[in-house]
C-alpha cells in the first residue's frame, strides 16, 4: 500500500506494539524492518522518535512529532513504573541499579525449581541450605553484577502488584517446558507481562527430558508474537534444566543483556521509594515485612509510609538475614517496627517524621472510605468518557468464550472495531469460565471483561463486583460487536443491572405430570416471583440460567413467595434438579 504524503503524528518515544497498531501492520512485520535497520527490540520495548520514523518512512509516511501536551500523556501508561519513580529526579545523578526479575510460567513448568536453582549457585558450598530467613526476594551475583529475584513465583501475586499501583519487576523470566509447550497458563502469563509492558526472557525448562521437542515450543512461542531470537525475532530463548542446574548460567547472562537494552537506572541519593513484597504479623517480633528499595538509600532509623501502615524502621536485615546499616536501589530488605501490616503492592516512601507519617495515613483511610462508598463499575460508558476526556486512549478487553471456534471470530470482528480514532486492544483471549484470574487482570489494566457462551464463577462475580470490573455476557456475537461499536461511538444505552430478589435451598425433588421435574424448596432470603429470571448452583458451578417458569404453594400457583416459607419451582426446558442445589432470583432493570 501507498502512503506518499501521509503524516502520521507520533510522540517522543512508543511501544512498538504501539507503533505497528497506528501504521496497520504486525509487530512481527514491524520488528523485522527494524532489525534491518540495526535496531533490536522486543514488541514490549520503547524507540525513540527518530527511529519509528526511519521506519514509518518505509512504508510510505512522514512523521511529525505530536503535540506536547499529548506526548506527555501518551507517556504515562507506557512508562515502567520505576521511571514514573524517579521522574523527578536529576538525570546526572541517576546510576544503573541490579534489574528485578520475576518468574512466571504454567504450572509444574518448573517456576520453583528454577528458582532453586538459580539461589543454589549462589549460595557457597559451606553455607548449603544456610539461608534460615524466606523474605520473598534475594540476590545473585553474575559476573560481578547483581540481580535481584522476586520469590513470589505466579502471575496471581505478579498482577496483585500490579492491580495494587506497583510494578515490582523489570523483566519476566517466562518458564516454559520444553516436553509440554505452550499451556494456557502460560498464555495467561505472557498476557500479563505484555500488559505490564515488562521484557519478557524465555527459560525452555526440562530440555533434558527425552520427550521434549524445543522447535515445537519455539513454533508456539512464535504464535503467541514471541518470536525466539534464533528465528530472526527479538525474544531470547534459553534452553535450561533446573533438575541438572544447567544452563543458569546462559540464563542470568541474558537476563544482564535484556537490562543492559532496558537502561534500568535510579539515584541512590534521591527519594527513597520502593514496593512491599510480602508482610505478616509475627508473634514474637511484631510487623515483619519486606520491602523492594527501588530509589534512594533505605537507612535504619527512617521513617517510612506504606500504604495505610507507617513506622520508624527499628532493624534492616538482608536476604540472608544479616543485619545492615542500609540499603540502595534493587536491593530486597527485611524490616521491623511498621505499626500495621500493609498489602502486597503497596508502594512505600521515607517521611521526615512519624508525625507526617501518620497524618499522611489519616488522610489516606479517609480517600479509602470515601472510595469504598462511592466506587463504582469502570464500564464501557465510563471508558467512553474517559477517552473522550483524554485521559484513556484505548479500550482493554479480556475475552473469555466457549470454545475456540468462537474466539478467533470474536478476535477478528473485535479487530476491526479497533482501527478507529480509538483503538482497541484485546489483552487476554481464551476459553472457559470468567474465574478470578480474569478479574484481576482486568482490575490491574483497567479492562473490561467479556464472556460469550460462559459463566462467571460465583466467586470471580464478587471480586468483580468489590473491585468495579465491568463483566458483560454476551449469547450472539453481534451483540457484544454492536455494544462495543456503540461505546466507541459514544452512543451506549444505559447497561441492564441485576438485581437480586431471593435465595432458596432445594430440600427435595419431585416429579409432577403438567410440570416435569419440580424443585421443593425452602425460600431463605428475600422472595421468589414467577416470571423473574432464576440462577441454579450446585456448589459454585452454575448449572442452569433462565426463566422461573412455575411456583407453587402446597397446590397453588403463585405469584410470589416470601423467606421462611416452602414452595415448588418448575424450570423452563430443565429437569437436572438435586437436594442440596440452591437458587438465585434475580430480575434485570
Not at 534464533?230 to 534459553?238: A, F, I, K, L, Q
Request: glycine share 8%; with cysteine.
Amino acid at each position: 500500500m501507498s502512503n506518499n504524503g501521509h503524516k502520521i503524528e507520533l510522540p517522543t518515544t512508543i511501544v512498538v506494539r504501539d507503533l505497528a497498531q497506528k501504521i496497520e501492520k504486525s509487530p512481527i512485520e514491524l520488528i523485522k524492518k527494524l532489525m534491518t535497520n540495526g535496531v533490536m527490540a522486543t514488541i514490549n520495548q520503547t524507540v525513540d522518535f527518530d527511529t519509528a520514523a526511519i521506519v514509518v518512512a518505509e512504508y510510505g509516511f512522514e512523521a511529525v512529532p505530536e503535540a506536547v501536551e499529548e506526548t506527555v500523556q501518551e507517556e504515562v501508561g507506557e512508562v515502567p513504573l520505576w521511571r514514573q519513580m524517579i521522574a523527578g529526579e536529576d538525570k546526572s545523578q541517576l546510576k544503573p541499579r541490579p534489574p528485578v526479575v520475576t518468574i512466571l510460567g504454567h504450572v509444574d513448568h518448573g517456576k520453583t525449581s528454577l528458582l532453586d536453582a538459580i539461589r543454589s549457585t549462589d549460595v557457597a558450598a559451606g553455607e548449603a541450605g544456610g539461608i534460615t530467613q524466606h523474605i520473598g526476594a534475594y540476590q545473585v551475583e553474575m559476573k560481578g553484577r547483581l540481580i535481584t529475584f522476586l520469590d513470589t513465583p505466579g502471575h496471581a501475586a505478579f498482577t496483585q502488584m500490579r492491580a495494587r499501583g506497583a510494578q515490582g519487576a523489570d523483566i519476566v523470566v517466562l518458564v516454559v517446558a520444553a516436553d509440554d509447550g505452550v499451556m494456557p497458563q502460560t498464555k495467561e502469563a505472557i498476557a500479563h507481562a505484555k500488559a505490564a509492558r515488562v521484557p519478557i526472557l524465555v527459560a525452555l525448562n526440562k530440555v533434558d527430558k527425552p520427550n521434549a521437542n524445543p522447535e515445537r515450543v519455539k513454533q508456539q512461542l512464535a504464535e503467541q508474537e514471541l518470536v525466539p531470537d534464533d528465528w530472526g525475532g527479538s525474544t531470547m530463548v534459553v534452553p535450561v534444566s533446573a533438575k541438572q542446574k544447567k544452563g543458569i548460567d546462559d540464563l542470568l547472562e541474558g537476563i544482564l543483556l535484556v537490562a543492559d537494552s532496558s537502561d534500568i537506572k535510579a539515584n541512590p541519593g534521591g527519594k527513597v521509594i520502593g514496593t512491599v513484597i510480602e508482610a505478616e504479623l509475627d508473634k514474637s517480633k511484631g510487623v515483619m515485612a519486606t520491602l523492594l528499595v527501588q530509589n534512594g538509600t533505605l537507612e535504619s532509623g527512617d521513617v517510612i509510609v506504606a500504604g495505610t501502615a507507617h513506622g520508624k524502621l527499628r532493624a534492616i536485615t538482608d536476604y540472608k538475614g544479616k543485619p545492615i546499616k542500609k540499603a540502595g536501589p534493587s536491593t530486597p530488605v527485611a524490616v521491623m517496627g511498621l505499626s500495621d501490616v500493609p498489602s502486597a503492592g503497596d508502594l512505600f516512601e521515607v517521611v521526615a517524621s512519624e508525625k507526617e507519617a501518620r497524618n499522611i495515613v489519616a488522610e489516606r483511610l479517609e480517600v479509602l472510605k470515601t472510595q469504598a462508598q462511592s466506587r463504582k463499575k469502570l464500564s464501557l460508558e465510563d471508558l467512553f468518557s474517559k477517552v473522550q476526556a483524554g485521559e484513556a486512549k484505548e479500550l482493554n478487553l479480556i475475552v473469555k468464550a466457549d470454545v475456540q471456534g468462537s474466539l478467533d471470530p470474536i478476535i477478528t470482528e473485535l479487530n476491526k472495531l479497533g482501527q478507529g480514532e480509538i483503538g482497541l486492544k484485546v489483552l487476554h483471549a481464551e476459553t472457559g469460565n470468567i474465574g478470578n484470574n480474569d478479574v484481576m487482570l482486568a482490575t490491574a489494566s483497567k479492562a473490561i471483561l467479556i464472556g460469550f457462551n460462559v459463566q462467571a464463577d460465583v466467586d470471580a462475580r464478587r471480586m468483580a463486583e468489590k473491585e468495579g470490573v465491568d463483566i458483560r455476557l454476551y449469547e450472539i456475537i453481534y451483540r457484544m460487536t454492536e455494544d462495543i461499536e456503540k461505546a466507541l461511538n459514544g452512543m451506549l444505552e444505559p447497561d441492564l443491572k441485576e438485581k437480586t430478589l431471593g435465595r432458596a435451598q432445594v430440600l427435595q425433588v419431585f416429579t409432577a405430570s403438567k410440570f416435569g421435574r419440580v424443585a421443593g424448596c425452602k425460600v431463605t432470603d428475600g422472595e421468589l416471583k414467577r416470571g423473574a429470571k432464576v440462577r441454579l448452583y450446585r456448589g459454585t458451578d452454575i448449572i442452569y440460567e433462565g426463566d422461573l417458569s412455575s411456583l407453587r404453594h402446597e397446590k397453588d400457583d403463585v405469584k410470589e413467595i416470601r423467606q421462611g416459607y416452602e414452595c415448588g419451582v418448575g424450570f423452563k426446558n430443565f429437569s437436572d434438579i438435586q437436594p442440596g442445589d440452591s437458587l438465585v432470583c434475580y430480575i434485570l432493570e
